[in-house]
């Protein structure tokens, strides 16, 4: 919210400077960005009277004779397109600085003697957006009235201090000037300076020409009132300089109307042409999904259910809230004109306006509420200055469906609360002092009181509130300094934030580095790395779509991290996230998503790198599957890994799922090389794993075991196998001979090659054999390797060499 100083000293009696009053109000709860002199750098600017203006033959340039004041008028070449004799113009004398620090000196422009330079808007630091379309492409027409050799900047509205406000959405009402006043003046306890307008109505009553009804429970109120024989023109100049200093362009007399009105009383409006109209019934409803309109930028918008419109004769002629139509909008032929104030759902204006990346003024006010009480007085007000700017004849009456509640709101509490709360010692006559400033009533006693909010603080509601009021206007500062007083209380952490200590102690113990990435991807990112994708949880508006959805998976996070690095010649990488990943089973729309605890790490480039006496070593599968099995080594948890082929961004042949009592807890592979390439890293290898659910399935409870004093037996075994044999068949084969003293199963070769028959492998395992109470003896051990030999001739089709 820009506020224009000048415009605030108006409506609230204060005479502190503007720097003073930034602070005091950063530190009373409305933030201050800075303050702005639209003037600053600028020096040497005049009023300047065209003389007159002659072409200069083959070029576009003019040589004018322009009085400045002085006694004679002095000559000056100039190429804007509309400069003509007769006009008052902007005159930056040699010697002037405009923008930029640019110095203005004599010169030649072909030949010809230039004392001077005529200026546009552009030219005083001034941004296209908010100059009129009149005058962008050429130079600024001062009014008629403006006195060659004065000062530019008291006509421009420059001699001016901006303040930028940063309003919360729970301040809103401070996003009008109104609203601002009435903070400054509890503020410094001053007085108000308001002065509200009524047009002189007609005998001809707006009702005959104009009905008006409401078919939705998403607009509360509307109103309109219906204004003719209005003359479209530039608005005078002293309106223009409030909205181009509020960082509005001006466009005409009706519209700027309507935008002053917004900034006054933060009350959205908008004026319809009305002999565009089809009709004379007006009406606001919900949208039908289908529906097109071309608003007033130009862009045609398809509209769905739940969006808000305002039609004619069942004819959208605007988004309610947002912006209006094209087809009814006001121009140069316009006479007669239809204003309309209106109280729109937040939620339904807000839903619209990010869906269509619409913002306005108008919406960003409906978004966060609006004062009820001044609809009808805002709706006056511009009926007449449209009266007064635009010699418009307000017809009698106000046309109007539904109605707002306007009476103020009763908040009750006591003054302990209040002292308790604050630590203070304040009294009742206190509180009546502070609240009497604020423009609230209050009635009671010293036990209870009740303070009655009017409907400009809507952000007012509870007694909590209340105590806000009082102290930020009573002084953070006077607040005494205390701290808690509270006994001790014993604690312990929980099941899962004892599982995630221990996993970040065992992860960084195996050479992870730990990352926090964003929780908010893309679509397609939030859903990939992952076997089971629920439904999506989007932001309804988010910042960028880069971070729209919330993720499933830590994955494609920790990826953008390693691109990020890579990127840097940062290489070789390990890193590991412990975070949050969302699952939606229910509507996204209505219920908030599960949030599910994971671990997930990811490795790149080399173990080691190369020296002289060794070659370096890549990351591979079994490295960080290693990782993996000394976490749940650690753990206490028996995982076993299954060769995986249907997760589209991994490898197929290098991914496998983990399940941990036939439950399917994670899985690990490498990314594949495509999705790698579009990623931007080198050759990857990842891990996800689900930390709740594994920690429901763990033993809470572990049995100690003595260190046997005996010592354990070992057996080599080569097998030959079918090549689409896996080492887990193999494994489950041995386990299901059920040898109990089996302890160890080690593979240590695979062998293909000439002397093995096409489409078969060896493999050789080494078993180790141990009894804990006893030696084990030639005879059991062969018992044993027989067990497990036909278990595998049996399962796998084992061949024994």
Known sequence: ?????????????????????????????????????????????????????????????????????????????????????GLKVIVALPGARIADNYKIKKGKIRGMESLGMVCSLQELGLPESIIPKAFVDGIQILPDNAIPGESVFDYLGLDDEIIELSITPNRADALSMRGVAYEVAAIYDKALTFTDKTPHEVSAAAAKKLSVRIETDQVAMYAARVVEDVTVAPSPQWLQNRLMNAGIRPVNNVVDVTNYVLLTFGQPMHAFDYA??????????????????????????????????????????ALAGVMGGQATEIDDSSTTVVLEAAVFNSQAIRKTSGRLNLRSESSSRFEKGINHDTVLTALDYAAALLEELAGGQVLSGVVQAGSVDRTPVPVLSTLDYVNVRLGTELSYADLMAIFDRLGFAIHGDAKAFTVEVPRRRWDITIQADLVEEIARLYGYDKLPTTLPQTAGTSGELTAMQTLRRKVRRLAEGAGLNEIISYALTTQEKAVSFTLAPSQLTELMWPMSVERSTLRQSLIPGILDTLAYNQARKNSNLAVYEIGKIFKQEQDPQVDLPQEIEHFAFAVTGLVSEKDFQTPATPVDFFYAK?????????????????????????????????????????????????????????????????LALIQSLMVEEFVFEDITKYPAVSRDIALLVPQDTSHQMILDAINLAGVKRLKTVKLFDVYLGPTIATGFKSMAYSLTFQNPTDNLTDEEVAKYMEKITKSLVEEVQAEIR
Not at 9 to 37: F, N
Not at 288 to 316: F, H, K, S
């Open 276 to 317: 565009k109209f089809s009709g004379s019934h007006l009406a606001a409803r919900q949208a039908r999904t289908g529906e097109t309109l071309v608003t007033l930028d130009g862009e045609e918008r398809e509209l769905l259910a739940g969006d808000l419109l305002i039609t004619v004769e069942d004819q959208p002629v």
């Open 1 to 85: 919210m820009l506020v224009s100083y000048n415009w605030l000293k108006e409506l609230v009696a204060i005479d502190v400077p503007a720097p003073a009053l930034a602070e005091k109000m950063s530190t009373t709860g409305i933030e201050v960005e800075g303050i702005t002199v639209p003037s600053a750098g600028l020096s040497k600017l005049v009023v300047g009277h065209v003389l007159t203006c002659e072409d200069v033959p083959d070029t576009h340039l003019h040589r004018c004779l322009i009085d400045t004041g002085e006694d004679e008028p002095r000559q000056i070449v100039c190429g804007a397109p509309n400069i003509a004799a």
């Open 626 to 690: 290693g990782i993996l099995e000394m976490l749940f080594e650690r753990l206490g948890i028996s995982a076993v890994f299954e060769r995986e082929t249907n997760l589209a961004h991994m490898h197929p042949g290098r991914t496998a799922r983990i399940l941990v009592a036939d439950q399917l807890v994670g899985i690990i592979g490498q990314v594949h090389p495509q999705v790698a390439s579009q990623y931007g890293i080198t050759e990857t290898y990842v891990a996800e794993l689900d």
